[in-house]
């Protein structure tokens, strides 16, 4: 039985990530407020979690602030300040 060679695990931790700020972007209080805080999980390289931000950063319509806490705020449209 052929199988696929295994993903890169820089490539499984970003989209692993992303799943996580997806579902965060897609709670109820987070589509009420157009934004939510994200921080970097223990088991998130730094290296996936700097890519996922560099990506969110780039995208049209998206406002990301970096927090004093180490956390980001990712935000759509004007949110209001929770």
């Known amino acids: 039985m052929h199988r696929p060679p295994p993903a890169n695990s820089s490539e ?7 799943r996580r700020i997806q579902r965060l972007i897609a709670a109820p209080h987070a589509q009420k407020t157009q934004s939510v ?7 998130e390289s730094a290296e996936a979690w700097l890519q ?14 970096r927090l004093e806490s180490g956390a980001i ?10």
């Open 12 to 18: 499984t931790s970003c989209a692993i990530l992303r």
């Open 37 to 43: 805080v994200v921080t970097k999980s223990e088991n």
């Open 52 to 65: 996922v931000l560099e990506e969110i950063e780039e995208t049209d319509g998206i406002r990301m602030d």
């Open 73 to 82: 705020r990712i935000g759509w449209r004007e949110y209001c300040e929770a």
